[in-house]
Every structure is written in structure tokens, then in C-alpha cells.
């Protein structure tokens, strides 16, 4: 167990929803990073937040925002859903940099329907 | 374009065998390299990384800039050692996952 939480574990929504999905870093992490991993695309790392501020930004799509809290938890949003967005979602957190090690959570697995 | 090959989908080898994973990447500043491994049911980890040069589970993986490669490999792989193998490479605001290799080790 890496200590990086995320919920929910699987989610089933229908086009042009929105979802929001949590994730908590490991105790003493600052970045957290978001990750989406489909069958055609791999694992495509979206967006890192370091301390609450936006550090470093991917192939992450205008109808997706993420943001880190206070308390270090962060979201990520995703809006006007498509079917092309069923994948799953993986949270990692690391100390500091992008080049550290990361801890990676278990993930959520969205589905679009 | 920053990029991450793994050129093999999939790798089968018989236990006790030597194994290579194969992994290149496109050079662009001092990028650090990882391989990362899903095994079954579990989440994704860390196997090693360049800066620490370790030997973890008996595996090594060497930087070389003149082929832009970090191939990873094995003397004798063991079953336990089959899982889903994922090449990295993080810049400084980037970060990119090769599209993993399944290792198959048969007994």
C-alpha cells in the first residue's frame, strides 16, 4: 500500500456529465499528479499540483480542471463527458519534483455510457 | 516530439532465463529515467530509477545517452516476476510512460 487514497473505486456516469474524482497523497507529500490510462492512449499524465499551485500541465483537455486544497487532497474534474473519456484515472503523489519517485493510488475506473 | 518506446507489447520467458526489457526514449534536457511495475492486483510502483543505480529484485537498467536507451534486464527471471513493465521519463514539467510491456514468465 502506497498510503495515496483515491474514491470512488469505479464510477458510471452518461454523456455530458459531470464527475469529480478525489484523491489523497501520501503523508508529507506536497505534488500530487493525475494520470488517465485507456486502452489506445496508455497512461497519460494530465496535470501536477505542488502545495495547492499548478506546476506542471500535460495532455490534459480543456473540459478537465483539477485543483489541490489546503489539506493537500486534491480533485479532478471532469465535465461534459465523453465516450472517449471512459479510462482509468490513477493519483500519485511525490515529496516534491516530477522527478522524485511517485506513489501512485489504485485509481478510479470511470465508465461513460 | 518527447516520447517513451517500448517496442514489445508482450515478453515471454522461461524461469531462469535472462530477460531484457526493452525501452527508449527521446532526448530532451536531463530527463531522469524510472521503470515502474504493476503486478496483478496491485497498484503501480516503483521498480528503480537511473539516479539510484540499484539492483532491485535483481534487476539493473543502464543509461545509455548515446542510444537514448534504458533497457531493463534480468539475469535469471523468476514467475513472480511476471507483471506489467512501464518505462518513464520525467522532465522538469513533463512526464511520459512508455505503453508497457507484459512479461510472461513460465515455469
Known amino acids: 500500500d502506497s498510503g495515496v487514497t483515491q474514491t470512488p473505486k469505479h464510477l458510471i456516469t452518461a454523456t455530458g456529465q459531470r464527475v469529480t474524482l478525489r484523491c489523497s497523497p501520501r503523508?508529507?507529500?506536497?505534488?500530487v499528479y493525475w494520470y488517465q490510462q485507456s486502452l489506445d492512449q496508455g497512461l497519460q499524465f494530465l496535470i501536477q499540483y505542488y502545495n495547492g499551485e499548478e506546476r506542471a500541465k500535460g495532455n490534459i483537455l480543456e473540459r478537465f480542471s483539477a485543483q489541490q486544497f489546503p489539506d493537500l487532497h486534491s480533485e479532478l474534474n471532469l465535465s461534459s463527458l465523453e465516450l472517449g473519456d471512459s479510462a482509468l484515472y490513477f493519483c500519485a503523489s511525490s515529496v516534491d519534483l516530477l522527478q522524485e519517485t511517485q506513489y501512485f493510488g489504485p485509481g478510479t475506473r470511470l465508465l461513460v455510457l | 516530439a518527447q516520447r517513451v518506446t517500448q517496442p514489445e507489447k508482450l515478453l515471454s520467458v522461461f524461469k531462469g532465463a535472462p530477460v531484457e526489457l526493452k525501452c527508449n526514449y527521446s532526448?530532451?534536457?536531463?530527463?531522469?529515467l524510472f521503470w515502474y511495475v504493476q503486478y496483478s492486483r496491485q497498484r503501480l510502483q516503483l521498480l528503480l530509477r537511473h539516479i539510484s543505480r540499484e539492483s532491485i529484485k535483481g534487476f539493473t537498467a543502464d543509461l545509455n545517452k548515446g542510444e537514448t536507451s534504458f533497457h531493463l534486464k534480468k539475469p535469471f527471471a523468476q514467475e513472480e516476476d511476471s507483471a506489467m513493465y512501464y518505462c518513464a521519463k520525467a522532465g522538469v514539467r513533463d512526464m511520459r510512460f512508455g505503453a508497457g510491456t507484459r512479461l510472461t514468465v513460465k515455469p
Open positions: 532526448y530532451s534536457g536531463s530527463p531522469e
Open positions: 503523508s508529507g507529500d506536497l505534488s
